[in-house]
C-alpha cells in the first residue's frame, strides 16, 4: 500500500493510499478509525479524491466517530459493572 497524499486537518488524521487500483481514505481520531475504499476507475484521478473530502463529508464523519466513542463507551462499562 502507497501512501499517495496526507491532507491536513486540526483535529483528524486524513491519508490517501493507493492500492490495488483501488484508493483507500483512512480517518483517524484517536484510537477510532474510519475507512473508505473507491475503485481507482471510478474517479479521475486524485483531484476527485480531494474533493469529496469537503467540510459536509468530514461533518458526518465527525459525528460518526462521536457515536463510535459512546458506544464504545456503554460497552465498555458494561463488562466493567459486572
Known sequence: MRTVTKIEHPKLDI???LR?????????LDQ???????????????????????????????MRFVDMGKDFGVAFRQINTL
Open 15 to 17: 491519508s490517501i493510499f
Open 20 to 28: 490495488e487500483n483501488k484508493y483507500i481514505v483512512k480517518i483517524v
Open 32 to 62: 477510532y478509525e474510519q475507512v473508505f475504499r473507491l475503485k481507482a476507475t471510478d474517479v479521475s484521478g486524485m483531484d476527485d479524491m480531494e474533493k469529496m473530502i469537503n467540510k459536509e463529508f468530514l461533518e458526518k464523519v465527525w
